[in-house]
C-alpha cells in the first residue's frame, strides 16, 4: 500500500539555520503530497502543497519541490525562526471519487533554540 | 466563520466504558475524516463520511469502533469497551463538496485525546 517514510526526529537548530526536513513516498499513480504543521495541544494546519511532478510549494518561507524521479518531497527553510518549532508531517493523497484520505509520516519534531 | 469543533478536548474513561468522540464540520463542510494518531506517530486515516453515509472506513478496526455522520448535528465516533491501546488523539477534518475544495482540501480540529485508566 502507500506509505510516507520521514527524516527521524528530533531536530534542533539554532535560529537562522538552514532546515531540510526529507521526506520520501510510495505510491501508485499521481498522488498530492502534503507538509502539514501541528503545534502543542492543536490540530494539523497545511503548511504547502504539490499537486504534480516539479510543482513546487511554498508558504511562510518554506518550501517543498514534487520529485518523481526520486519519490521525495523535502521541506526546506532558509533560516528558521523560535516560532517555527512544532512538528512537521508529510502526506500524501490519492483523490478517489472526492475521497481524499491523507496518508502520513510519522513527523519530525523540530524544536528551534534562540 | 467557526473551524472544525471537536468535543470533548480530553476523555478519560475506565476499560469497559463507551467513548464518543464529537466532531461538527465547518460551515457547509459535508464531508467529515476521522484519523487517530497514537503516542509519538503520525495520524492513520480511520473513516471517511458523507451525510448519512460512509464511504471508505478501511481504516476502522472490524470491533468496537463505529463511526455516523447524520443529516442533522456532528458527526460521531463512538469506541465501545474501551481498552488501555485506545488512548490516543483523536482528529476530525472536513472539507467541502469537491468543486469547492481549493488548495486546501481538508480542515482539521484541534482533536479529543481520549485517556483510558
Known amino acids: 500500500g502507500d506509505s510516507v517514510t520521514q527524516m527521524e526526529g528530533p531536530v534542533t537548530l539554532s535560529e537562522e539555520a538552514f532546515l531540510t526536513i526529507n521526506c520520501t513516498y510510495t505510491?501508485?499513480?499521481?498522488?498530492?503530497l502534503f507538509w502539514y504543521v501541528q503545534y502543542p495541544g492543536e490540530g494539523l494546519q497545511l503548511l504547502l502543497k504539490?499537486?504534480?511532478?516539479?510543482d513546487k510549494g511554498s508558504n511562510k518561507g518554506f518550501e517543498a519541490t514534487y520529485r518523481k524521479e526520486t519519490t521525495s518531497f523535502h521541506l526546506e527553510k532558509g533560516s528558521v525562526q523560535v516560532s517555527d518549532s512544532a512538528v512537521y508531517f508529510c502526506a500524501l493523497a490519492k483523490p478517489n471519487f472526492g475521497n481524499e484520505k491523507l496518508t502520513f509520516g510519522t513527523g519530525t519534531r523540530l524544536t528551534i533554540i534562540p | 466563520n467557526a473551524g472544525v469543533m471537536q468535543n470533548p478536548r480530553h476523555l478519560v474513561r475506565r476499560r469497559g466504558q463507551e467513548a464518543r468522540l464529537r466532531c461538527s464540520p465547518m460551515?457547509?463542510?459535508?464531508?467529515v475524516y476521522w484519523y487517530r494518531q497514537l503516542p509519538e506517530e503520525g495520524l492513520k486515516f480511520m473513516v471517511y463520511?458523507?451525510?448519512?453515509?460512509?464511504?471508505?472506513e478501511s481504516g476502522m478496526p472490524k470491533e468496537r469502533f463505529s463511526a455516523e455522520f447524520p443529516k442533522e448535528g456532528p458527526s460521531i465516533l463512538r469506541i465501545q469497551q474501551v481498552v488501555r491501546g485506545d488512548s490516543a488523539a483523536y482528529f476530525c477534518?472536513?472539507?467541502?463538496?469537491?468543486?469547492?475544495?481549493?488548495?486546501?482540501?481538508?480542515?482539521f480540529g484541534d482533536g479529543t485525546r481520549l485517556s483510558i485508566l
Open positions: 460551515k457547509g463542510h459535508s464531508h
Open positions: 463520511l458523507q451525510k448519512e453515509n460512509i464511504i471508505d
Open positions: 504539490a499537486t504534480k511532478a516539479d
Open positions: 505510491a501508485t499513480g499521481y498522488p498530492s
Open positions: 477534518a472536513s472539507s467541502p463538496d469537491l468543486v469547492q475544495r481549493g488548495n486546501q482540501p481538508q480542515h
